[in-house]
Nanobody, 125 residues
Framework: VQLQASGGGLVQAGGSLRLSCAASGRTFSGYTMGWFRQAPGKEREFVAAISWSGGSVKYTDYTDSVKGRFTISRDSAKNTLYLQMGSLKPEDTAVYYC????????????????WGQGTQVTVSS
């Protein structure tokens, strides 16, 4: 099972980026898929999560600091998770990780079993 995150880069404040997380080895239907980020010297923190059943999204959640600016989504046909990030701020600078959890509404890193390798997002002021 592999999660491959991509799409990071350098962007000016106010700009946008879309992160992707391609899953291989299995499908993650029934799992909660999440995005986390870790800035230098800080702990890894929850950003957003999504779960679905059949063809319908059951649950999405965001940390307060990204609500209204970030959108989590997935393409089941491509087995890919996305994080659309808008109105980016310098404080969004971090390495972003995608992950999969068997917990219905996991928010803690310890609740996630599978992790991607991370993609760097740098927002300049």
């Amino acid at each position: 099972v592999q999660l491959q995150a991509s799409g990071g880069g350098l962007v000016q404040a106010g700009g946008s980026l879309r992160l992707s997380c391609a899953a291989s080895g299995r499908t993650f239907s029934g799992y909660t898929m999440g995005w986390f980020r870790q800035a230098p010297g800080k702990e890894r923190e929850f950003v957003a999560a999504i779960s679905w059943s059949g063809g319908s999204v059951k649950y999405t959640d965001y940390t307060d600091s990204v609500k209204g600016r970030f959108t989590i989504s997935r393409d089941s046909a491509k087995n890919t998770l996305y994080l659309q990030m808008g109105s980016l701020k310098p404080e969004d600078t971090a390495v972003y990780y995608c992950a999969a959890s068997v917990y219905p509404r996991g928010k803690a890193p310890s609740e996630y079993d599978y992790w991607g390798q991370g993609t760097q997002v740098t927002v300049s002021s």
